[in-house]
């Protein structure tokens, strides 16, 4: 069984995002980009079925900071094969990632094709059901959790409410990840070191971008409020006294 | 080419999803921009009585028996044969588990545009999206002929998408809807052993700031503490630090306690869909831009690793 695992990166909302002058993008010279949670456990849950039922797994990614770390990291997980792909990915939007994409799985035909359900910074929709159209192939989303059986999967499929369904979906096809099954692994950073002795990470530069199918964004800004929240003034003891008496005013205490 | 806005209804188990009717006072707002009728979309097999309180000019109704319940093959192939023939305007769906299963096939087939996360549109007709956690807006005309949209909730109020008057139904013939290779096999109830966390009158939620399994016995202190239950946000569930049943959120409970204590949890949209209706939200959180502050009603930036600790011994000794 072949396994394919296309991710990407996105801005970590731990830093400051700014606006950048054109006022319609993000300021890129602050950004630091992180790999999109949805994706991380993407990779862990492409590790579980290879534990579970053997096969092949391909980790698939865009140049970017933080990208070969998190190649050899797939590989020190158990990830078979590390392709990145280089080039100009300015302002790629998820067509463009699923289009590039496409072409690359469109030869190596995997049976399963396992990545986020969405990133935070989707726009144009999410990467998934976009890759899975221009593959021709069915997709599910919000996915915690597959069984294959032959050329089916049954997976397990959440909606709100901690509802669950049990959808049968025959291969090959392409899964949205809310949540992989277990979560993702730790790695110490010793093992990965080991990895990158011996693992190769397959470079393969791409000719250009076609950017079409994207969404226009005329304006970005950071969300205007009605009404802030009352801050806390003061030290933890302050603070706590504070809670206290509302607790209390509440009723709660 | 219409002018038209059509709102696919999303359900499950014969009831209506809360989105939907956000998504027909989100549809109600934009075709006075456009001009066009409000069109609500029901794909299901005796369905019909799902219609009678949607604020919709008119319903296009497809009845087929593999459109019962929702898979996101049969769907996509019933709604793309319907954009197809009629042209609107724009096409909402949930940014939920429906719409997006849908959203981006749908864009690739039919080469239409698609607009991610929007939370609102303006008076003159543009969208304005929600990314970046709720930390950015992001704003823009509405791409044409048809621009596909998936809304997250909380830009308009579901009482505004529903109405006492049954609005006309047209039944259109279901396309052919074999070859298919998704299929729904069965429901899983939600687990119901554990606490109700929809019942309890407050709540001290965890989220990602708490930074490991070993510190959430802080939180079940103060709870305990003030006899209340610990809720958690995704990634805190994701971790396997607490059980699904605690989870609040869009794929979690809704919930709506007197006091909603967040503990480092920044308030992303997904979190906020399933508690921002709490009566006071109580917010502490390191990082005075997290966008729960722009929904608690109190705050503060002081470290919770600090604070926890003294707060349940002044909560002990205050009772």
């Known amino acids: ?253 | 080419m219409s002018q038209d806005i059509f709102v696919v209804i999303e359900h499950l188990r014969g009831l209506v999803s809360e989105t939907s009717y956000v998504m027909l006072a989100g549809a109600r707002q934009l075709s006075k921009s456009t001009g066009g009728n409000v069109t609500a979309v029901l794909l299901g097999q005796n369905a019909q009585d799902l219609a009678k309180n949607l604020a919709a000019d008119k319903v296009l109704y497809v009845d087929h028996a593999v459109l019962a319940e929702f898979t996101s093959n049969a769907y996509q192939v019933a709604l793309a044969g319907l954009i197809k023939e009629y042209s609107p305007r724009a096409v909402l769906l949930g940014h939920s588990s429906i719409g997006m299963d849908v959203a981006g096939g749908l864009s690739v087939k039919l080469g239409l545009p698609v607009v991610g996360s929007c939370r609102t549109f303006t008076a003159d007709g543009k969208f304005v999206s929600q990314i970046c956690g709720g930390k950015i807006m992001a704003e823009g005309d509405l791409p044409g002929p048809t621009a596909l949209v998936t809304m997250v909730p909380g830009g308009y109020k579901a009482e505004q998408g529903k109405s006492n008057q049954a609005p006309a139904l047209t039944n259109i013939p279901a396309p052919a809807l074999d070859g298919l290779r998704v299929t729904l096999k069965k429901y899983i109830e939600p687990d119901t052993s554990d606490v109700d966390i929809s019942k309890e009158a407050m709540l001290v939620s965890v989220g990602r700031g708490i930074q490991n399994k070993d510190n959430i016995e802080l939180a079940n202190e103060l709870a305990s503490a003030l006899g209340c239950a610990v809720s958690a946000s995704r990634p805190v569930v994701d971790q396997g630090w607490m059980p699904t049943t605690r989870l609040v959120g869009k794929s979690g409970k809704t919930v709506k306690p007197k006091i909603y204590l967040a503990l480092g949890i920044s308030g992303a949209p997904e979190h906020v869909e399933g508690m921002g209706d709490s009566q006071v939200i109580i917010a502490i959180n390191t990082d005075p831009k997290a966008p729960i502050f722009n929904i608690a009603k109190y705050g503060t930036t002081v470290d919770m690793f600090d604070l926890l600790p003294v707060l349940t011994d002044k909560v002990k000794k205050a009772k």
């Open chain 1, 1 to 253: 069984m072949k396994i394919a695992v296309p991710v990407k990166f996105v801005p970590d909302l731990v830093e400051e995002l700014t606006i950048d002058p054109s006022g319609a993008a993000l300021d890129a010279t602050w950004l630091r980009l992180i790999i999109n949670e949805f994706d991380d456990h993407a990779v862990e849950q492409a590790i579980l079925l290879k534990e579970r039922g053997g096969g092949q797994v391909t980790v698939m990614t865009i140049q970017s900071e933080g990208a070969d770390d998190f190649l050899f990291a797939a590989a020190a997980k158990g990830a078979d094969q590390l392709i990145k792909l280089t080039g100009d990915f300015n302002n790629a939007n998820n067509h463009a990632l699923a289009r590039i994409y496409a072409d690359l799985l469109k030869e190596s035909k995997p049976d399963l094709i396992i990545t986020g359900v969405q990133a935070h910074n989707d726009l144009d929709g999410s990467l998934g059901p976009l890759l899975a159209e221009y593959l021709g192939l069915p997709y599910v989303g919000y996915i915690a959790g597959l069984t294959v059986t032959g050329d089916k999967v049954v997976a397990r499929k959440e909606y709100s409410g901690g509802l669950v369904a049990e959808v049968e979906v025959t291969l090959p096809a392409v899964f949205g990840i809310q949540a992989s099954e277990q979560p993702p692994r730790y790695i110490a950073y010793s093992k990965i070191r080991q990895v990158m002795g011996t693992a190769k990470i397959e470079e393969k530069p791409i000719a250009s971008l076609d950017l079409s199918g994207g969404t226009p964004i005329s304006r970005m800004f950071q969300p205007e409020v009605s009404e802030r929240a009352t801050m806390l003034e003061g030290g933890t003891e302050e603070v706590a006294d504070k809670l206290v008496a509302i607790f209390k005013e509440l009723g709660t205490l």
